[in-house]
């Protein structure tokens, strides 16, 4: 679908609500949903072409209004690639909403910790990312109207908007990881030689989603603040069997300082987008 078109869609569905940023909420971490004030609420499939989400812990809920004096548009649950859908589908809602010309583009996961000394329910910022799905967004038919064919991927998580976030966190005390984010196509968990592996690879955390709706995004030309709720040790960091259940139950106790500190640093996330950092 062209440019053109997507706009006339958003303007049915958001009328003239023009987020200035976008949401994605990973499993578990609905929370922020819930702050965000005047919502209004459609099921996110009635974007057309959007999957709908099979999994325990995703809403697949598209909701907007306002959080912290910011307009916002927020899909509350994902779909991913291991659901069977493609990554066309999968980055499908973001790209329509992207459209509406947002500044910021915030996407929010559930991982698991690699790093040795990191504990389940810290937070990382993206700094980076490792795309292991073995796919792009961006494969098949070109349309110049969302950006390049072959767009730079050097900054997707801009400094500017991490340091503006990392601020606001030290001045609540509260310890902020950064990293890389490895994507993974799932639905099985890592074994211990593929975590071994991603170590060796450089990344810090490993999940299942999120590297999609960076591509596009970058690509699009908006910028991105990637956060990642650490809800266990991957496996043989962990001693224990990994469980999702385990892995909803932290996202879902842990999720409310993530909310916080999300609704706390927009407003200056947003102004740092204006940074070139
Ligand atoms: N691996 C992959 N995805 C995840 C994990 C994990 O350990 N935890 C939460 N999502």
């Excluded at 958001?14 to 578990?28: I, T």
């Excluded at 991913?80 to 973001?94: C, K, L, N, T």
């Excluded at 329509?96 to 500044?103: D, E, I, K, Q, Y």
């Excluded at 490792?130 to 098949?140: C, F, H, R, T, V």
Aim: with cysteine; proline share 6%.
């Amino acid at each position: 679908m062209s440019e053109p078109t997507l706009r006339a869609l958003n303007a049915e569905i958001l009328g003239d609500f023009q987020p200035e940023a976008v949401f994605v909420l990973g499993s578990g971490l609905g929370a922020l949903a819930e702050r965000v004030e005047q919502a209004q609420r459609r099921p996110a499939t009635l974007i057309p072409g959007v999957p709908g989400s099979s999994i325990v812990g995703h809403s697949g809920e598209l909701l907007w209004g306002t959080l912290a004096g910011v307009r916002v548009a927020v899909l509350s649950g994902r779909t991913h690639v291991y659901e069977g859908h493609s990554m066309q589908s999968v980055v499908r809602a973001v790209r329509v909403l992207l459209c509406t010309g947002p500044r910021l583009l915030v996407l929010t996961n559930a991982a698991g910790a690699i790093q040795r000394d990191m504990k389940p329910g810290e937070l990382m910022l993206l700094a980076d990312h490792l795309n292991l799905s073995g796919a792009s967004p961006l494969e098949g038919p070109h349309d110049a109207a969302h950006g390049e064919r072959f767009p730079d991927m050097s900054r997707v998580y801009p400094a500017a908007v991490r340091n503006a976030v990392r601020t606001v966190a030290d001045a609540r005390g509260l310890r902020l990881r950064e990293g890389v984010y490895a994507m993974l196509r799932g639905p099985q968990y890592e074994t211990p030689a593929e975590v071994r592996m991603l170590r060796i690879l450089g990344a810090d955390a490993v999940g299942m989603s999120t590297v999609p709706e960076a591509i596009v995004a970058s690509q699009m030309g908006v910028p991105v603040l990637g956060v990642s709720m650490l809800t266990n040790l991957a496996a043989g960091v962990s001693r224990t069997p990994l469980s999702h259940a385990e892995v909803l139950e932290c996202a879902r106790v842990a999720g409310q300082t993530l909310a916080d500190l999300l609704s706390a640093s927009l407003p200056a996330a947003l102004a740092a987008t204006r940074s070139n950092a």
